[in-house]
């Protein structure tokens, strides 16, 4: 059990100090999949 709670603390102090990098990566994943989905949405549309 105290391995686990070590484990445990050691990935919070981990997401503590990357919290920005972890939020820049989702929002770039985020950015791609609304522009892949926009992109197959509208490319019928714009067929003659």
């Known amino acids: ?3 686990v709670m070590r ?3 050691g990935l919070s102090l981990l997401v503590d ?3 920005d990098r ?3 990566f ?3 994943v985020v950015g791609l999949l609304a522009g ?3 992109g197959s949405a509208l490319t019928p549309l714009l067929q003659p």
Do not use: E, H, K
């Open 1 to 3: 059990m105290q391995t």
């Open 7 to 9: 484990g445990y603390r």
């Open 17 to 19: 100090l990357n919290w």
């Open 22 to 24: 972890i939020f820049s």
């Open 26 to 28: 989702g929002t770039i």
């Open 36 to 38: 892949a989905y926009l």
